[in-house]
């Protein structure tokens, strides 16, 4: 019991602090640190709408007569109809709908043939989407329920996660929630100055724990991880991050004749932090260890031991070992890469910079997360880069504000912005688009054709061929997602599904079709010779030449011939494509579209997993978007990337609280000017 306040409690035990453990997670939240609240701009998105007309989007998304009913009967009570805008109806009116009124009311409804009387108490919009996200036995019910809610940090524990009782134990006057708010660079210097503020007693239960920490602490910094907070959430951390996160608890471990295999362990991490993590992989090595790297940075490729580098090509064109051996052999072989780690070849740098349409969107006062009440334009009709170490506010600024304001401007977008004052010059572009790696499809059915749109063009060629029309073939016969030409053993999927249970599902070509996904009656209709089948076994390469007579599909398969995609296959499955693969099928794809020149891209590290020769083409294809009149913001730290763009928005100084201030912007020429940005430093060699 403590003697001043009178507050007793149990005695700690290491569980009293975990938020996994019923013994220290907070009941309200259990653990979680986040609870689901109603948002009622969601319920009533856009006033100006009646009931009829959406102005209630639950409503709207059920289309319950039974709930209209209601409504029509608490409309006559507070004086609204159906088709008053919601912005006419009275609070009380408009309370009534969202909370509910306390008192019943009698309804009629046919069951069952029978007209029967029922008295109804209607409890609202809000009370009725918070028991269906609380209490519903369906997952279906409780997503569609979250849709109208945020998530929020909860009241009880202020999104520790931890009980009161776990929060009343402090050190150094902190409790360990505000231990765990802290980031890796402000913790070190915390760690550094308790030992002088602890007793003997303590120094000497509290001395091999300090060690460890410190010593732990200190592997999360040569990994550039600095920024993090302690309570940062796992899947809030992007794949490098996490790999990063990884190694430091392997260095930790001390373990050696290990192979370690990192795939781009350099994902998201400035110049500035490359040396530290290609220090961290030769301390793993000379304990006595073996490290394997997927990399594309050429730091990481001249500090190896040794290099295999394949090629010559992607897709069916690589696979051989173009060349091996150390870092000194290697860059005298002849290969693609080395071409442009010797600068045989280079991306340039553009001759002069696009001036843009002298239009901007201005968003002021953005200060969510680290971000530091900041006011930033993006002109339009230019390659835009937001650039600044890790941590120093990227992808809040983007990701997080931007985004989701114009997401929901354009959209209806359910994500909240953070925290900002006003933005302006919306009404200058007509959508947003957000360009990820995410794959295409999940599922085999999904491939570039079918994304692009070009498969629907083929099918209608297809239904008028001779053969096809004598026999009354529709576009549908040559579908594989329909009955009726598809080869119905696997439903048209052209693979079988083996499920292993605790394992991965294994797919194997369907016996039936032998993977060619159609039944024989429809495989027997032939275009130059070739089935819908053989067409779609073809490579981009071989489709532009098979149907450059057609414009109509040509013009299509050619946008993934132009974003570096000749190797694939128009009917490749959309699971066996990497992201930057995925990503390139998007960006052909809005390039076969009709452009307006008022689309807004947003792009985050497009050049994750790229070759030097796939970013080239990357930027090629960027700068065509830009050349129609679009803007395109891209979020990179690769120097090929930001040297070329036409205006930079560099981030820092540092990552974390350090973070978020607006350091500089402007052309390269300019950004390169500005002394307190490790970008600038760094950029300057490129220019």
Sequence with gaps: ???????????????????????????????????????????????????????IAPIADRKSEWILEQLEIIGK??????TTPIKNISKKGVDAILYGINESFQMEMKNLGLNKVYNINFEGIVNFLEEQHKNSSSPKLKRWAADYMNKVDCKTCNGSRLNTEAQY??????????????????????????????SYKQQVIAKEILKELNKRVQFLLNVGLNYLSLNRSAKTLSGGESQRIRLATQIGSQLNDVLYILDEPSIGLHQRDNQKLIHSLKELRDVGNSVIVVEHDKDMILEADYVLDLGPGAGIHGGHVIAKGTAQEFIQSPSLTTDYINDIKKIEVPKKRRKGSGKKIQLNGASGNNLKNIDVDFPLEKLICVTGVSGSGKSTLI????????????????????????????????????????????????NPATYTGVFSDIRNLFTNLPEAKARGYKPGRFS???????????????????????????????????????????????YKGKSISNVLDMTINQAVDFFQHIPSIARKIKTLLDVGLGYITLGQQSTTLSGGEAQRVKLASELSKKSTGKTFYILDEPTTGLHFEDVKVLLEVLNRLVDKGNTVVVIEHNLDVVKVADHIIDLGPEGGEVGGQLLCNGTPESVVKCKTSYTAAFLKDEL
């Design 169 to 198: 134990f402090k050190i150094d006057d902190k409790n360990i929630s505000e231990v765990a708010q802290m980031d890796i660079v402000s913790l070190k210097k915390w760690l550094k100055q308790l030992d002088k503020k602890l």
């Design 399 to 446: 990701n997080e504000t931007l985004y989701p304001i114009l997401n929901q401007y354009f959209f209806r977008g359910v994500k909240k912005p953070l925290t900002y004052t006003s933005i302006h010059g919306l009404e200058y572009i007509d959508k947003v688009i957000e360009v990820d790696q995410s794959p295409i499809g999940r599922t085999p059915r999904s």
């Design 77 to 82: 009570k507070f004086n609204f109809e159906l």
């Design 480 to 526: 594989f997602n329909v009955s009726g030409g598809r080869c119905e053993t696997c439903q048209g999927a052209g693979l079988r599904t083996i499920e292993m249970n605790f394992l991965p599902d294994v797919h194997v070509p369907c016996e039936s079709c032998q993977g060619k996904r159609y039944n024989r009656e429809t495989l027997e209709i032939r």
């Design 1 to 55: 019991m403590c003697p001043s306040t009178g507050i007793a409690y149990a005695s700690p035990e290491p569980n009293s602090f975990s938020f996994n453990s019923p013994k220290g997670a907070c009941l309200n939240c259990n653990g979680l640190g986040k609870v689901h609240e109603i948002d009622i701009d969601k319920i009533l998105p856009n006033k100006n709408l009646s009931i009829n007309k959406g102005g």
